[in-house]
């Protein structure tokens, strides 16, 4: 069964620390992933995707993938309050599908 | 750019009524459009996938009688929830993917709908 995996958390930091955020996934053929934010009752927001391997920057965020240990995961450098909220971890189901897998979630508690 | 609406936000219903959610992709066309139901401190659940002008494929114990998927344009899809009952309060996210663009499998979710059934 293609799964991904997020620890649950919650996990704290304090206020201009580096969040790191961890995902790991069973399906080798997977070939996007993405990371989404989604703050208590509202729907996921999309926070950047990555295809290759290596970092991908974007403002305070960077993706880092790993194909050959298969992991992704996310820094927050400088980590606000406004950055607690839980981070959901998605890959592609498979090459040329646009179904995800979805990871439980990491929740991000930045400690003022 | 790539914003998704739904509508209504929140709905309470009479058990035993139909409730119809719509979910439009506003500034582009999407290839596919999902379904997802979230339960308080729960991860997202797909129920179906969506295509404009085909039937709608639903996930392993989702009954596709019960929750009704049509997808008449490249902008629109709708969920009715037939017969509802309180185990199917939740929240009911979409999400769509655009049919033109670098980023064609990257999904873009609307605000959700909360859904209570009393």
């Known amino acids: 069964q293609k799964e991904v995996e997020q620890n649950s958390g919650p996990l704290s930091v304090p206020e201009g620390a580096i969040a790191s955020l961890n995902c790991t996934y069973s399906d080798r053929g997977s070939q996007s992933f993405f990371w989404y934010r989604q703050y208590s009752g509202k729907s996921p927001e999309l926070i950047m995707f990555?295809?290759?391997?290596g970092d991908k920057e974007d403002g305070r965020f960077t993706a880092q993938l790993n194909k050959a240990s298969q992991y992704v995961s996310l820094l927050i450098r400088d980590s606000q309050p406004s950055d607690s909220a839980t981070y959901l971890c998605a890959g592609a189901a498979g090459p040329g599908t646009y179904k995800y897998i979805f990871g439980t979630g990491t929740r991000l508690k930045v400690l003022a | 750019g790539a914003v998704v609406s739904q509508h209504p936000s929140w709905v309470i219903c009479k058990s035993g009524t139909s409730v119809k959610i719509e979910c439009r992709s506003l500034?582009?066309?999407?290839?596919?459009m999902f379904w997802y139901r979230q339960f308080p401190k729960q991860s997202l659940m797909l129920m179906a996938t969506?295509?404009?002008?085909?039937?709608?494929?639903?996930e392993q114990g989702v009954e596709k009688d019960k929750f009704l998927i049509n997808h008449a344009s490249l902008t629109l899809s709708t969920l009715t929830v037939t017969s509802a009952h309180p185990e199917d309060s939740s929240f009911y996210i979409c999400?769509?993917?655009?049919?033109?663009?670098?980023?064609?499998?990257?999904?873009?979710f609307g605000p959700g709908t909360r859904l209570t059934v009393l």
């Open positions: 969506s295509n404009e002008g085909s039937k709608a494929t639903y």
């Open positions: 500034d582009f066309q999407a290839t596919t």
């Open positions: 990555i295809y290759s391997n």
């Open positions: 999400s769509a993917t655009p049919a033109l663009a670098a980023d064609t499998d990257t999904q873009y």
